[in-house]
């Protein structure tokens, strides 16, 4: 059966690794799917280098989800109401409206499934609505499952499955944008309803094909973003195309794993969103490349190597070349986000090592060290620039940990995040770096989710 778009309600059905599908709640015999789940987390930070934010900060963020989807036949109609809210935000909290979004309804939709229509053992489905996206790695388009929101977007999109190791994918839709984006009413977890508008549209295909060489999965994609500004709504006129290909292999006991990626984004931009900002050219480049080997014990230890470059900005003003990773998800690549938020997929080059585990059927742990260089001294990096280039590239070096303790399995969750990032001489030394007398930045989180 098709399953690239089953119901991916979040918190509740959402996925650690953005499109994979066997993690979708199934259905009743009545054609019923319903999810429910709230978590709650608290996390602190300290250290914190980025301008215009504390240094320092402690946030509470509560996620409550709740989807349905009825479709006994070929025809479904599906709904989910997320409500995601932060408490004790101070007035230079990091935190927007990324990670609060109260009372919001990102998927509504209608969902025809036709099985068999193209040919025996042929599926297609066709979504008209709001919608959920994930596209292969999750890393251009995603919902993010560590995230207190999800990337919500309007429009239609297909699915095409003309044999069972092939799946296309087509969309035309209108990215949701996030109200309030005043940081005085996210703060107060003001209810404003999200809207879509066509001074934004995405418009991609991708398609995934299966069993290849040694197992492994081919994924081609193209994205293309335009947008503009209009009354109340500033852009960066972005009018970007992104061509990305995937070839990967999933870890399996006893085999070695592998995920290599890479994108290109072409097309033109303003630096900012404000109206005064230059207009110019676009090339930019993303990397990711990991293998691994899990070993066929119990604890099923799995050992892996990676490395991630996405370019940034050099002195010439004339080309943008900093990646723009559109609606991706960071979590498994790059380590928490909210408070923390140290890395995302602009202006970096990291090579790291990971170690995964899972204890029991109970317990999942992850750690993963990584150095990380700017790929151009002249961009930014965790909201920290030296437009002089003085500072070098060396931003430091993270470590960063994960561990689940499932305390009703499939039902009650206790999860731990944690991040130390050793500053290098970069976030030492740039002009407009804040905290440059603390030596490192240190995250702490911990969460407990339940899920019904």
Request: hydrophobic share 40%.
């Amino acid at each position: 059966m098709l399953t690239a778009q089953a119901l991916p309600a979040s918190p509740a059905s959402s996925t650690e690794k953005p499109g994979k599908p066997d993690t979708a709640p199934e259905k009743d015999p009545n054609g019923l799917i319903l999810t429910a789940s709230s978590r709650l987390r608290f996390e602190g930070v300290a250290g914190r280098p980025r301008p215009g934010s504390a240094t320092a900060e402690d946030a509470v963020l509560l996620r409550t989800g709740i989807a349905v989807e009825y479709g006994p036949g070929p025809l479904a109609i599906g709904a989910e109401m997320i409500d995601s809210r932060g408490y004790a935000l101070a007035r230079t909290t990091q935190i927007s409206n990324s990670e609060v979004n109260a009372v919001e309804l990102p998927q509504a939709y209608l969902k025809l499934r036709l099985d068999d229509l193209l040919g025996r053992g042929r599926h297609m489905t066709l979504d008209a609505g709001r919608f959920l996206i994930n596209l292969g790695s999750g890393r251009l388009v995603a919902t993010d499952e560590y995230g207190n929101t999800v990337n919500g977007f309007t429009g239609i999109r297909s699915d095409l499955e003309p044999d069972r190791q092939t799946v296309l994918t087509l969309f035309y839709v209108l990215p949701q944008q996030k109200l309030p984006d005043d940081p005085t009413r996210v703060r107060r977890n003001a209810v404003v309803m999200d809207r879509e508008t066509f001074d934004r549209v995405l418009i991609g295909g991708h398609v995934r094909r299966k069993a290849l060489i040694a197992g492994s999965t081919l994924e081609i994609t193209y994205l293309r973003l335009a947008e503009h500004d209009a009354p109340g709504f500033a852009t960066a006129d972005r009018r970007l195309h992104t061509l990305d290909g995937r070839l990967s292999r999933e870890s399996k006991a006893g085999k070695l794993d592998g995920d290599a990626e890479v994108a290109y984004q072409f097309g033109d931009a303003s630096a900012s969103t404000e109206a005064s900002a230059r207009h110019a050219d676009v090339s930019a480049t993303l990397v990711h490349a990991a293998a691994g080997y899990t070993w066929a014990t119990p604890i099923q230890p799995r050992l892996g190597l990676f490395y991630d470059y996405a370019s940034g900005n050099g002195r010439d003003a004339r080309t943008i070349r900093r990646f723009d990773s559109l609606y991706g998800s960071r979590r498994d690549d790059f380590g928490p986000s909210g408070t923390y938020g140290a890395i995302s997929r602009e202006n970096m080059s990291a090579p790291g090592v990971r170690f995964e585990a899972k204890p029991g059927k109970r317990v999942e742990a992850l750690a993963d060290y990584r150095a990380i260089w700017l790929a151009s001294r002249y961009d930014r990096f965790f909201g920290v620039t030296d437009a002089t280039g003085r500072s070098g590239r060396f931003a430091g070096q993270q470590v960063e940990g994960r561990i689940r303790y499932w305390l009703i399995p499939d039902h009650l969750r206790l999860e731990s995040n944690a991040a130390v990032l050793f500053k290098g001489p970069f976030l030492r030394d740039a002009p407009a770096a804040l905290a440059r007398d603390q030596a490192t930045v240190r995250f702490l989180e911990i969460n407990l989710q339940a899920t019904f």
